[in-house]
């Protein structure tokens, strides 16, 4: 006798602001879900040189 069962399961995350979401990649393999979010590049600091008035 073979009992087969199954059920949907739904889940959702909020991505970070800088997650590359057009390249987002997902895999379902013996029963696992693996997500890849690969993020954008973060912009530089800018640099300020502050000199003295003496």
């Not at 895999?27 to 973060?42: A, N, R, T």
């Amino acid at each position: 006798m073979v009992l087969e069962s199954h059920a949907s399961f739904y889940r959702s995350i909020v991505s970070p602001k800088h997650a590359d979401a057009s390249n987002i990649q997902a895999d379902f393999k013996d029963g696992v879900l693996k997500v890849i979010v690969p993020f954008k590049e973060l912009p530089q600091p800018k640099k300020i040189s502050i000199g003295s008035s003496k």
